[in-house]
Nanobody, 117 residues
Framework: QVQLVESGGGLVQPGGSLRLSCAVSGSIFSINRMGWYRQAPGKQRELVAALTPTGNTNYADSVKGRFTISRDNAKKTVYLQMNSLKPDDTAVYYC???????????WGQGTQVTVSS
């Protein structure tokens, strides 16, 4: 059974940084696409960043140049480094694993990120 557990959210001032982590179990981590999504109150869930097994990345325009997605295959963990945070980045952030063979999506429980002074 695939499980994703996020950590690293919290309250940060505008301009600050946070690093989110997502530990994966129960899957062949290295062959899946990993991603981070977020959902703000009253808004739809949106893709923030994605990382393919070959290292290709995709970022939402709103976070380009500020956020970086990375993975450690040995630790079966994916990270989202978030710099220069803005109040508009406030949301629940969800880790996503997409099985590229079956195209089934798995989700973590979400972690709250609040950017406020």
């Amino acid at each position: 059974q695939v499980q994703l557990v996020e950590s690293g959210g919290g309250l940060v001032q505008p301009g600050g940084s946070l690093r989110l982590s997502c530990a994966v179990s129960g899957s062949i981590f290295s062959i899946n696409r990993m991603g981070w999504y977020r959902q703000a109150p009253g808004k739809q869930r949106e893709l923030v960043a994605a990382l393919t097994p070959t290292g290709n990345t995709n970022y939402a325009d709103s976070v380009k140049g500020r956020f970086t997605i990375s993975r450690d295959n040995a630790k079966k963990t994916v990270y989202l480094q978030m710099n220069s945070l803005k109040p508009d980045d406030t949301a629940v952030y969800y880790c996503n694993l997409r099985n590229l063979g079956t195209f089934v999506d798995y989700w973590g429980q979400g972690t709250q990120v609040t950017v406020s002074s």
